[in-house]
């Protein structure tokens, strides 16, 4: 098809809808010349299709499918071939629900342990996440649906998520916040891109020109289209202009609307129009339709796959005295109400009904041990210990060889829309583990969680396995591996510390004013608690296996790095080992060691392979700020193979000629980043590199007005009285509903959205200039905030 004939052929305003949805997940059709709608949908580990009420939080009911372990599960695997076949799967799944874009993966890096969406994104590291998205990605799309990963970029916390500023120099963004995104972009090709609803660097992420022509579009050759996050579109205008093609939702007739006017009125060019436009067609159009039903076997078969996924994801933390595999006949007690309800995903726009639901408790007695009961022990999205349940828990585990214990983060400690608050278990599952432990020595720990968390009463416990988000089959993978059908091969895809205290953002997480400082620069995760020398409890890339592995006969090549693997072990297994590349630069500061290739090998027991893991683009790369470019700075490189970020096998070194010439050292500039010190970072040698001044909030208890960006929780410093009571009623009603343990999805969204949300998300049920009437109320003039309402209210219902 001619695309650009095409082009010239709509009138501006089929143009200018085709920019902006049609309703909450739909795009507008033309029917005149044969275009489509195409249907995008959740979620990243299976769909959410909604076909009855849409909201974008996962509130209303959706068509089953198939719930896969979570992100932060799946990257435990470190198999990149599972994610594709995962990804594979959510393709069929879409075509049986005619769904044409797939809203994931996610793949924003956990900078903090207190993520809300952490469970929904692959790793802290970004080689990691990168690869893995990039196999999902080619998994959904070839079977013809789009993949549309997200959210780009910098999208790290859920607090104010509309309207924080994520303020990170230009070298963290290019290495650690933006590779993983260049790896899915250059390897898998997405078709689409969802932009995230932070701004970076002062300007929201759906019209940072920057980020969205620049870097994905000039330098990483995108050729999809890129869509707003839902809501999460500022200036409609502006981001078709700076490389945005849709809006999303549909904000009724007002998104059109902008787009004509502005072309009339000289705003934005026609020739930037149809260039939007055609990059759009070109990509909407050369999507196949195709076809295909969900079929029973189907379903059986992704079940299995789903399976697979978890028992491959599971990682193995501990394991004294080898008490796992299970022996035969084992007198076995389940307890922990997790055992019968499983926690298996998290809350959110990523929240699929699924299609069936395994439990422990249901299927025990399909395993070779001898099963002597079940008690809750607890009860989930409460803190308080219930006497009576712990003593029937105690007295069952009085009955019990070994204990298999139930335990994790509860649905009310994470989800999309809010930020963790709590890192530690409940109250009422640690005193539950502590009357255990009186009777019953040999405890073994089943974690669920979607991301890390205190394990310092690992102590109390013989074992531990964690499922991670298992998914809807999560209850027999763990089955398997707890009774040795198969070996656990999972390895962290995140550090475990001990304590929050010891993150690199402690108290500083999450930024409640306006900006967020990406103070830690490039030290995330592991490379922060390296640098730092701080202790942590499980590494980055840590896991145990039922089997031993032995490495040896490091042998360096041009192209890559190989040796030998070996299976001394009693147990038929998968080893993931990981090759990490750093230098000591006299120039730049540098993680002690990065991730730079992993490979996952299945052995059985006394064999041996020669493993080889290649060096890429990304394996002696650095940003230089100054050529404004990927550079080689020259040198010698270490070259370490390990099995996990701390216990390195095999080391060696190769030298690089580089790319750039040798630079004078920046550690008079930067001192602290050379030395590790990243809490005492100065304002200033963090300015010295942001390379400007942070934003200064402004004092708190200050009445201020307040503009379209300001959030509705800002209402606080509102100049109205009547806008601080609203702001209070709201603020109890969040506390109520933490109190319960069940955080309110709806009045967290409303609490962090900005007064522009209320105009992008009402499908124009409420637009612009209503907003603008709310606001003058707000801030201290009611009557003629209320005329303006009133009167912007008349003129929206004429033009709809
Ligand atoms: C989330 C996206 C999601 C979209 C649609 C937003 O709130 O941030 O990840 O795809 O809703 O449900």
Redesign the pocket.
């Known amino acids: 098809m001619d695309i650009k004939l095409l082009t010239r052929t709509l009138t501006l305003k089929e143009k200018a809808l085709l920019l902006s949805g049609k309703n909450n997940w739909e795009t507008h059709e033309i029917a005149r010349m044969n275009i489509p709608s195409f249907f995008l949908s ?2 990243p580990h299976g769909l959410r299709k909604q076909e009855g009420k849409a909201d ?2 996962g509130l209303n009911e959706s068509r089953k499918s198939t719930c896969f372990p979570t992100a932060a599960t799946i990257a435990n695997s470190w198999d990149e071939t599972l994610a594709r076949k995962i990804g594979e799967a959510i393709g069929e799944e879409a075509i049986s629900q005619d769904v044409d874009v797939v ?2 993966p ?1 793949l924003n890096i956990k900078r903090d342990p207190r993520g809300g969406r952490n469970f929904e994104y692959f790793s802290e590291d970004p080689y990691l996440a990168g690869k893995m998205a990039a196999s999902y990605i080619k998994g959904i799309q070839a079977t013809g649906t789009f993949a549309c990963p ?2 780009f970029a910098a999208n790290s916390q859920e607090t104010r998520r509309m309207a924080s500023d994520s303020e990170v120099d230009l070298r963290s963004l290019r290495e650690i916040y933006l590779t993983g995104f260049e790896i899915a972009v250059k390897e898998a090709h997405p078709k689409a891109m ?1 932009s995230a ?1 932070n701004k970076v660097n002062g300007v929201y992420a759906n019209e940072n020109a920057f980020l969205l022509r620049d870097v994905l579009k000039q330098e990483w050759g995108f050729d999809g289209f890129v869509v707003s ?3 999460g579109s500022n200036d409609h205008v502006l981001g078709v202009q700076n490389g945005s093609h849709l809006e999303m939702p549909s904000t009724g007739a007002a998104g059109a609307n902008e787009i004509i006017q502005a072309i009339q009125n000289g705003e934005l060019s026609e020739q930037v129009l149809d260039e939007r436009i055609s990059e759009l067609l070109t990509v909407l159009l050369s999507k196949e339709t195709k076809s295909g039903s969900f079929s029973s076997e189907k379903e059986s078969e992704h079940h299995q796959l789903a399976k697979e996924a978890a028992l491959k994801s599971a990682v193995l933390l501990k394991n004294e005295a080898a008490i796992l595999p299970l022996k035969k006949g084992t007198k076995v007690a389940l307890i922990g109400e997790f055992a019968k309800k499983p926690r298996y995903q998290g809350a ?3 929240l699929v009904n699924p299609t069936r639901l395994e439990a422990a408790t249901d299927i025990i007695r399909d395993y070779p041990v001898e099963f002597v009961g079940f008690e809750t022990g607890y009860k989930t999205n409460s803190l308080a210990t219930k006497p009576e349940l712990l003593k029937e828990a105690v007295e069952l585990a009085k009955k019990a060889d070994v204990v298999l214990l139930y335990l994790g983060l509860d649905e009310s400690s994470e989800s ?1 829309g809010m930020d963790r608050t709590q890192f530690t278990l409940p109250q009422n599952q640690l005193e539950l583990i502590h009357a255990l432990k009186q009777v019953n020595s040999n405890l073994i720990g089943i974690l669920a969680g979607g991301s890390s968390f205190d394990l310092s009463f690992d102590t109390d416990l013989k074992a531990i396995l964690t499922g991670y988000l298992s998914g809807q089959a999560g209850a027999s993978a763990l089955l398997d591996l707890l009774t040795g059908k198969a070996s656990p091969s999972g390895k962290l895809n995140e550090t475990y510390p001990f304590r929050l205290e010891d993150t690199a953002l402690g108290d500083h997480f999450p930024a409640k004013g306006k900006a967020s400082q990406y103070f830690e620069a490039l030290f995330v995760g592991y490379r922060y608690y390296q640098a730092a020398s701080v202790p942590v409890k499980y590494p980055f890339g840590f896991g145990l296996s039922y089997s031993k592995f032995a490495y040896s006969d490091i042998e360096l090549s041009e192209t890559g790095v190989s040796f030998q693997l070996t299976n001394t072990g009693q147990f038929d297994a998968e080893e993931i080992s990981q090759l990490y590349v750093s230098m000591e630069s006299g120039q730049n500061f540098r993680p002690k060691r990065e991730l730079k290739a992993f490979a996952k090998t299945f052995l059985k027991r006394g064999e041996s392979q020669t493993v080889f893991l290649p060096f890429d683009e990304y394996t002696f790369r650095y940003f230089d700020t100054e050529t404004n470019q990927f550079e080689i700075e020259p040198g010698h490189y270490k070259v370490e193979i390990g099995t996990s970020s701390e216990a390195i096998e095999l080391s060696t070194t190769v030298e690089q000629k580089g790319t750039a010439a040798k630079k004078k050292s920046q550690v008079e500039k930067f001192p602290h980043y050379f030395s590790g010190q990243m809490k005492q970072v100065p304002l200033a040698e963090f300015e010295a590199l942001l390379g400007r001044e942070v934003t200064k909030e402004e004092a708190t208890l200050t009445r201020r007005p307040l503009l379209e960006n300001d959030t509705i929780g800002d209402m606080q410093f509102a100049k109205s009285a009547l806008a601080r009571l609203a702001y209070h009623i709201l603020e109890q009603k969040k506390q109520r509903s933490e109190k319960k343990g069940k955080p309110n999805l709806n009045v967290l969204f409303i609490y962090n959205m900005p007064f522009r949300a209320i105009y992008k998300m009402t499908a124009g049920k409420i637009d612009r200039e209503m907003v603008q009437g709310i606001l003058t109320i707000v801030n201290g003039s009611f009557w003629k905030g209320l005329r303006s309402v009133l009167k912007a209210r008349r003129n929206c219902k004429k033009n709809q």
């Open positions: 959740d979620g974008h939080l809203l994931g996610g997200k959210h969802m609803y996050d839902w809501g959110g726009s990523s999309e």
